[in-house]
């Protein structure tokens, strides 16, 4: 058992350390906030991913856990026992760094069996838990070796070996993949998946890699400037990003954003774009009614595969009222409103082709199916017609950045 409770934890560095003016941390005369009020409440055995871009303060949180960093506020708690001030080597906690940090002059062996010697495990429990731990990470071949004389992907294994022979309570990742290139990070995702499975660990993973945070986490702790922005599993924030930032970071290619107008006839919302007209569904009308929103300007944002390709024959001009001709592996599109753009370079991914475009004054994106692109082969510089439905338009307010259409957090 080893749930983790973060409660209202908070990092100030003193104000001499500035950071760089990259980031935009909160600066107060206590000094600047790397960590703001961070709640979180991390289950037995749940792999928790952190993710956010460089600087975002996702190392300072796991460092905080460790104990590796002191707490300046808020109070973490171990399976329920307050751990703010225990040392970190009694906090029964193990962390895999970016750099591997093994010990150059000590074999393979050595380097796992260390943390085991340190806590005076005896010898024959030493050697059945690195071999246990060996066999699990496919490292048997390398145990004579010094790191010296391994890959980035086997000193990466290794490390991982050092840091759960001790069987520890709670894993702590540290951008464990980021060295090594892309093809064995990949392979490395799928080990961690296994490795996952057989562990009965809790698992808490930073890294500022999307794809890897949704894969990987049953749940994903998203921050920006020391601050958590949204905390669900990987649907709920691809799905339903709370703010313009969530919507922007999650997904490849990124989310398209419109300016737009909202406008309300009764109980029914409609968004303009660009004199297009799309009405919204239903359900995303009773969010905006119950919430009382009013017409105001807003940002649409559309995921890329969610952008509905029409030939543009038949687009009237200005392309308000598109009668497009449904394209044969496209569900039907006809009478769906639509705006126009120009194609740009096509870049095939394999099963999808991902079209860039430029309409509304910006450039685009669409994924759409090679099947449904044979068809098209739109060339650089053609005209094109787009639409999308009104259940994959994600709201956001243009002042705040903060989705309309999620309902109100219940206090
Ligand atoms: N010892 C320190 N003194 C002052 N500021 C610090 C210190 N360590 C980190 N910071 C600042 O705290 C912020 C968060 O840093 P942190 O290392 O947690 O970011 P990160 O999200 O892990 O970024 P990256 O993806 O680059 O590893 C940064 O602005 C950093 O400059
Ligand atoms: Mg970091």
Redesign the pocket.
Known sequence: MASVTLKHIE?I??AQ?K??GK?N?RISEEG?H??EDFNLEIKDQEFIVLV??????????LRMIAGLESISRGDLYIDGTLMNNVPPKERDISMVFQNYALYPHMTVQENMEFPLKLRKTPKEEIRRRVQEAAEMLEIKDLLKRKPGALSGGQRQRVAIGRAIVRHPKVLLM??PLSNLDAKLRNQMRAEIIQLRKQLKTTFIY?T?DQTEAMTLGDRIVI?KD?VIQQIGTPEEVYDHPTNLFVAGFIGVPKMNFFKGTLLKTGTEYKVEIEDVIFPLPKDACKTLVSSGTLVQDVIIGVRPENILLMQTESLTQSGSTAKAQPLPTQPANAGLRALPGTADVSELMGATVQLHFTACDGDRTAVIPALQWESMQLQPGQPLAFSFRGSDIHLFSETSGKSLLREPEKV
């Open positions: 990092k560095y003193p350390d950071p760089d980031q941390l600047v790397a960590v956010g871009p460089s600087g975002c303060g996702k190392s300072t949180t540290d951008e930073v500022h921050m020391g």
